[in-house]
């Protein structure tokens, strides 16, 4: 039998593609990338597992929407503006309303992973 988490499968035979998770979490981490909320999907997509979870350590995700000043030193995203972010993030359909700043969420008819690991989520209790 066909382990499900070792391919990838949308509904009715759509198309599908592959991107750099590290290019992803790399993008999300560049201000010229777009809002905030583009930031969030591309960090979500960077980091999620083979269940569709971006699990995030305490303050990642503000330091990744963060800015670099001239001297190289990161600012991070206030918290305001970080839930606003997974806010407009989550009205637009680019992440699952579950979604927060410790744990991102991408809907699996858009977004799967094949994967021999079996990821878990600790901030979901999975």
């Known amino acids: 039998m066909t382990d499900p988490h070792r391919q990838i499968v949308f509904a009715g035979g759509s198309p599908w593609a592959a991107f750099s998770q590290n290019e992803m979490y790399k993008l999300a981490g560049e201000s010229s990338t777009g809002p905030l909320h583009i930031r969030v999907l591309f960090a979500a997509m960077g ?43 989550k009205s ?6 579950e979604s927060k700043a410790r744990c991102l969420v991408l809907r699996h008819h858009i977004f799967q992973k094949s994967t021999k690991d079996r990821w878990r989520c600790s901030v979901h209790d999975l």
């Open 92 to 97: 637009r359909g680019l992440i699952a309303p």
């Open 47 to 89: 980091k999620m597992n083979a269940f569709g979870h971006a699990e995030l350590r305490v303050g990642e995700l503000a330091r990744i929407l963060g800015t670099v000043t001239d001297t190289g030193e990161v600012v991070a995203c206030r918290r305001d503006s970080v839930s606003a972010a997974i806010k407009e993030a």
